[in-house]
């Protein structure tokens, strides 16, 4: 933890893009080089912005559902690592949440990766997590979830836990029907290891 600790504190102090944040910069994330599941996700919603806990809102109840973890598991740092794609509250565009300050990942992604040596699993959530994290150009996402055992088992793509995504949800429904459960597993079993 030594050597991130100080970049911890760096990043919880970063103001790069503090300018664009209608709300200010409060980044919020979690991360220990002992985790060994890494939730990568879009940005802190307004709810998270003002609790500063990552995903304490309604997609956080579902994506720890999903993942069959209890809260004090998921928010043990020596388990899981939760770094969003911008570590503060982007702001509301006209159809949700505006995407992640770039400036973000430019700075920090990399060297938090770098420190993130046990990590097994990755979930990577949403359109803007799957740029990143997956080969370019990357597959709609449907497509992308769907073909889920090309990435398996060290990566895992999911639609973003949301409420808005009821509907994608509702006409995918063999997602939560069958790869859930493989999800569910999974995460156990790296987490028995």
Same mark, same amino acid.
């Given at each position: *933890? ?11 102090a ?6 664009h944040?209608?709300?200010?910069p $409060?980044?919020?994330?979690? %991360?220990?080089p002992? %985790?060994?599941?890494l ?6 919603g307004?709810?998270?912005?003002? =609790? @500063?806990?990552?995903f304490d809102d309604a997609?956080g #109840?579902?994506?720890? $559902?999903?993942t069959?973890? %209890?809260?004090d ?10 770094l ?10 006209p =159809?949700g949440d505006?995407p992640p300050?770039? #400036?973000?990942a430019?700075?920090w992604?990399?060297?938090?990766l770098?420190?993130l040596?046990?990590?097994?699993l990755t979930?990577?959530? @949403?359109?803007?997590?799957? %740029? ?5 150009p ?8 769907r073909?889920w055992?090309a990435?398996?088992?060290h990566? *895992?793509l999911?639609?973003?836990p949301s409420?808005r /995504? /009821?509907?994608?949800?509702a006409?995918n429904?063999?997602f #939560?029907?069958?790869l859930?459960?493989?999800l569910r ?6 987490? $028995?290891?």
């Amino acid at each position: *933890m030594s050597s991130l600790a100080p970049l911890l504190a760096e990043i919880r102090a970063c103001t790069l893009c503090a300018q664009h944040l209608p709300l200010g910069p $409060r980044p919020v994330l979690q %991360a220990h080089p002992g %985790a060994r599941i890494l939730i990568a996700a879009h940005a802190p919603g307004r709810k998270v912005h003002a =609790s @500063g806990k990552p995903f304490d809102d309604a997609s956080g #109840e579902r994506l720890r $559902r999903w993942t069959g973890l %209890a809260p004090d598991v998921f928010y043990d740092a020596e388990r899981v690592a939760l770094l969003p794609m911008g570590f503060c509250y982007p702001g509301t565009g006209p =159809s949700g949440d505006l995407p992640p300050r770039p #400036e973000c990942a430019k700075a920090w992604r990399a060297p938090l990766l770098a420190q993130l040596r046990q990590v097994q699993l990755t979930l990577v959530i @949403g359109i803007h997590a799957q %740029a990143y994290h997956l080969p370019r150009p990357a597959p709609p996402l449907t497509e992308a979830v769907r073909d889920w055992l090309a990435r398996w088992p060290h990566t *895992m793509l999911l639609p973003h836990p949301s409420p808005r /995504n /009821n509907i994608w949800l509702a006409r995918n429904r063999w997602f #939560e029907a069958e790869l859930v459960p493989l999800l569910r597993a999974r995460v156990a079993e790296v987490l $028995r290891a």
